[in-house]
């Protein structure tokens, strides 16, 4: 095994063809054992491993190897991060035909295990609750999830075998604040928690927000403070500035570089999440929060900005908000990335339109899986 993909399979060479290979580690001699055989790539899974490395170790949980959530339980977390590192500047170079680019050493995760504020369930049709697995998309019932809050393996403890009737069992909890979110609604259940909530309080960076249960929140909370610190400093927020945040969710990094501008324009297409960044951004009146689609908003904004974030979803922006980001050339740009693909490719017209990159920061908000998150700091 060579090295290692997006996606956490690692790759080799066999005869001529690409194999990536699901529980491996580059450096080992190992068998494989193929699921899928196209003519130009193999995939297969690690049946045995002759010559382990050194960072292999055994996977805690009881369903690694059979779970779609985890990839990588088997490799010692110091080289979960190694291997983010290595998949950003495979991914800057590939894609983005950027061959330095400053791409700094991915920052742990305070918790490597406990660490999600959030988990869907599946019911099944008997009652039992559980995952999705990898390989044959089968429901199969879970008991204990090493990766989510403890709150919410309590929540499923008392939940198992009662989802009858459900698709699916939603549970978001914050550590910090106690409060919690569980929806669907249980009647006739006699339980220590109340269920059904319309939204939960999370807390970040100091400040509270409101997060309704089809809002997005960042799933890890300690870290998700280290990237708010990270995308603001990329910032340089002065006193009289102007600010776009772009994919703004509850207004989680608007209120927090709210009180370091002169103003921020925050745009988000959800309307619950809009109706929850009225309570968060309640006191801070020099939010304007608008709901709308970045494509069709940040185009007609008239106003001269001095920092534009963007926080998109995994696909990335439209070329028509990197077309925009160009013409504005805010003086600082900062892009928080959940894939480095897509960051990749974005990255590239930014900088042909203009833009300096000057670094990519990964962090790993997911450990155990092959999930990274990435802060980019440009100057326009
Ligand atoms: C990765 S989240 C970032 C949220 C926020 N910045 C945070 O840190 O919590 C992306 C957000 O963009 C919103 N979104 C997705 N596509 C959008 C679009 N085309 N225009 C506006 N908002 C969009 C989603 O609803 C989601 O709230």
């Known amino acids: 095994l060579e090295s290692v993909a997006y996606g956490g399979e690692c790759i080799a060479h066999v005869e001529g063809r690409v194999l990536f290979a699901d529980y491996g580690i580059p450096g080992e001699e190992v068998t494989v054992q193929i699921y899928e055989d196209r003519k130009d790539y193999l995939r297969g899974r690690v049946t045995a491993v002759h010559d382990p490395s050194p960072d292999r170790r055994a996977a ?3 369903y690694f190897g059979h779970c779609g959530g985890c990839q990588w339980q088997h490799v010692a977390y110091e080289r979960q991060l190694v291997l983010k590192t290595e998949i950003v500047r495979e991914q800057l170079r590939r894609i983005g035909h950027f061959e330095d680019a400053d791409v700094r050493p991915c920052l742990a995760s305070p918790e490597e295990w406990g660490y999600r504020n959030q988990v869907r369930f599946t019911a099944k049709r008997r009652g039992d609750l559980g995952y999705i697995s990898r390989y044959e998309k089968r429901f199969f019932r879970v008991d204990e999830c090493l990766i989510a809050a403890p709150f919410t393996n309590q929540v499923l403890q008392q939940l198992q075998g009662q989802g009858a009737g459900l698709h699916q069992l939603q549970v978001r909890t914050s550590a910090q604040t106690g409060d919690y979110l569980i929806q669907p609604a249980f009647d006739g259940v006699d339980l220590p928690f109340e269920t059904g909530q319309a939204s939960y309080t999370e807390r970040l960076g100091g400040r509270d927000f409101v997060v309704s249960a089809s809002s997005f929140f960042q799933v890890n909370v300690p870290q998700a403070e280290q990237l708010a610190r990270l995308a603001i400093e990329g910032l340089r927020p002065k006193a009289g500035d102007v600010v776009v945040d772009a994919y703004a969710g509850v207004g989680t990094l608007a209120a927090l570089v709210a009180p370091l501008v002169s103003r921020v324009i925050a745009i988000e297409e959800a309307p619950a999440a809009v109706a929850d960044s009225r309570l968060n951004l309640a006191g801070l009146d020099n939010v304007q929060m608008v709901l709308g689609k970045v494509e069709d908003v940040l185009p007609q904004l008239e106003d001269d900005v001095d920092g534009v974030l963007l926080d998109p979803p995994r696909q990335g922006c439209f070329p028509q908000v990197l077309q925009a980001v160009i013409e504005k ?20 017209v930014l900088v042909d339109g203009g833009f300096l990159l000057q670094s990519v920061q990964p962090l790993d908000m997911f450990p155990q899986t092959y999930h990274i998150e990435c802060v980019a700091t440009l100057r326009g």
């Open 60 to 62: 805690p949980c009881v």
């Open 329 to 348: 050339r805010p003086r600082n740009l900062v892009y928080v990335s959940c894939d480095p693909s897509t960051l990749a490719r974005d990255l590239r």
